[in-house]
């Protein structure tokens, strides 16, 4: 990685953090509602995303020329996290429940927003 972040890369960079940390608050708020066995169950299928993550990541800086940059651990773990619970609730919308898997009542499960910021009709 060049010691200097063109400034193109740095805000794709920035941009994929804000997301990685918008999809965190979301999973956070459905982890912490489950069980210690859901917790788990989660926490191993977090281990199993992690270890197959990409490390890097391309990012076009202009037409013809892409830069590669090395993706943040916690900008990662975030994702990962983030992946682990949308495969718990997948499961459970097959009527898979994996040790105890709930949703929070106060999170809509179609797109994962608090229930009291929803518009209606969504
Ligand atoms: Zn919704």
């Given at each position: 990685?060049?010691?200097?972040?063109?400034?193109?890369?740095?805000?794709?960079?920035?941009?994929?953090?804000?997301?990685?940390?918008?999809?965190?608050?979301?999973?956070?708020?459905?982890?912490?509602?489950?069980?210690?066995?859901?917790?788990d169950a989660i926490d191993r299928i977090q281990s199993v995303l992690?270890?197959?993550?990409?490390?890097?990541?391309?990012?076009?800086?202009?037409?013809?020329?892409?830069?590669?940059?090395?993706?943040?651990?916690?900008?990662?773990?975030?994702?990962?996290?983030?992946m682990a619970i949308e495969i718990m609730k997948d499961l459970a919308?097959?009527?898979?429940?994996?040790?105890?898997?709930?949703?929070?009542?106060?999170?809509?499960?179609?797109?994962?927003?608090?229930?009291?910021?929803?518009?209606?009709?969504?």
């Amino acid at each position: 990685m060049p010691k200097t972040i063109p400034t193109k890369t740095g805000k794709a960079l920035a941009a994929f953090q804000d997301v990685s940390q918008e999809r965190l608050q979301y999973a956070k708020a459905v982890y912490d509602h489950q069980n210690h066995t859901a917790q788990d169950a989660i926490d191993r299928i977090q281990s199993v995303l992690i270890r197959q993550a990409r490390r890097r990541a391309y990012v076009g800086e202009n037409k013809t020329s892409r830069v590669v940059v090395e993706l943040p651990n916690d900008a990662i773990w975030n994702n990962t996290l983030y992946m682990a619970i949308e495969i718990m609730k997948d499961l459970a919308y097959m009527d898979i429940r994996v040790s105890g898997f709930t949703w929070p009542p106060d999170l809509c499960i179609e797109c994962g927003k608090p229930i009291k910021r929803h518009k209606r009709g969504h």
